[in-house]
C-alpha cells in the first residue's frame, strides 16, 4: 500500500523528467523571448542558441516544446490518476 500511495503522489521519473525539462524549456524559451524584447537581451539555453546565430523564433519554439512537454506530463498524471482510483 505504501508504494502505491508512492507512486501515485510521485509519478514515475518518466514523468517528473517531462514536468522538469517542460518547465525548464517553458521559463527559458518564453523568458527569453521576453527579455529579448524588452531588454534586447536573452539569456540561458536560448542565450547560447541565439549567441550560435539562430534566428529568434527559436525561443518560442523552445518555450512551445516546454509548454507541450508540461501538457503531456499533465495528461499522464489526470490517466495516472484515474487508473489508481
Avoid: C, K, Y
Avoid at 521519473?13 to 524584447?37: D, P, T
Avoid at 539555453?45 to 539562430?54: C, I, K, M, N, T
Avoid at 525561443?59 to 509548454?67: Q, R, S
Avoid at 512537454?69 to 482510483?85: D, I, M, Q
Wanted: net charge positive; aromatic share 8%.
Amino acid at each position: 500500500m505504501t508504494v502505491r500511495r508512492t507512486r501515485q503522489q510521485g509519478g514515475t521519473s518518466r514523468q517528473r523528467a517531462s514536468w522538469l525539462l517542460g518547465a525548464i524549456l517553458f521559463v527559458q524559451g518564453f523568458g527569453s523571448a521576453l527579455s529579448e524584447a524588452l531588454w534586447n537581451t536573452s539569456f540561458g539555453v536560448a542565450g547560447l542558441l541565439r549567441g550560435a546565430g539562430l534566428p529568434q523564433w527559436t525561443d518560442l519554439a523552445l518555450g512551445a516544446a516546454g509548454a507541450v512537454l508540461l501538457g503531456w506530463a499533465l495528461v499522464a498524471r489526470g490517466a495516472g490518476r484515474r487508473a489508481h482510483a
